[in-house]
């Protein structure tokens, strides 16, 4: 089993990088964000890798990150979702993106992906919310805080915050609470429930 490749770019293709390492060359299929940050041919690179084995083929898949690949793993789990379909909402979405997308039930930018259609946009937002990693909660924050800045979350998510922060709450602290507050309260939660849970995350 094949889990990390360090050596040179030998090759770029379309959905795919080749990589040398010491004479030995292996082809990793990758996600076009991966592809974009690998480097130019005869580059050092690192990869973490994936490795699929079927009765009539064995291949790789390479990341970045660990995160990345963790994600590419999760988003399988999805019926209707395989390797090239991961792979795409990978190209489109960031992990963070991706798991603040999953946590605001954003099925529109899951969708933005190539070969994602609607119905398996609402599947992976829907079937992943409760099976997203620990590590998901982090970047919901952040992309949250990214949302309100913005001007573009919801208007019960943009109230709770600014009343948290009324209250004296920083703005960080407020978007924080309200993120977590948001994985209690499910989907369609008005702002006066946003804020009472968001003062119950602040008290801990």
């Not at 040179?8 to 292996?26: F, N, R």
């Not at 994936?50 to 660990?66: A, C, I, N, P």
Request: glycine content about 10%; some cysteine.
């Amino acid at each position: 089993m094949i889990g990390k490749l360090k050596g040179t770019v030998e090759e770029i293709g379309d959905d795919y990088v080749l990589v040398d390492v010491h004479g030995v060359c292996y082809v990793a299929y990758c996600s076009g964000r991966t592809l974009s940050k690998i480097g130019s041919v005869g580059e050092a690179c690192v990869l973490f890798i994936e490795t699929y084995v079927r009765e009539d083929q064995l291949k790789l898949f390479g990341f970045m990150s660990v995160l990345e690949r963790e994600w590419f793993n999760l988003l399988q789990s999805v019926q209707g979702v395989g390797a090239k379909v991961a792979l795409a909402v990978l190209s489109t979405l960031t992990p963070a993106e991706l798991a603040n997308a999953i946590a605001l039930q954003d099925k529109t930018a899951v969708s933005r992906a190539q070969g994602v259609g609607p119905k398996v946009a609402v599947r992976i937002v829907t079937e992943l919310k409760n099976k997203a990693p620990a590590y998901a909660g982090e970047a919901i924050n952040m992309g949250l805080k990214q949302e309100i800045g913005e001007g573009v979350a919801s208007a019960p998510v943009a109230d709770a915050v600014s009343a948290l922060t009324n209250l004296g709450y920083s703005r960080d602290q407020a978007a924080n609470a309200v993120a977590a507050a948001m994985k209690t309260a499910g989907d369609g939660a008005d702002s006066a429930k946003l804020i009472r849970l968001g003062l119950k995350e602040l008290s801990r």
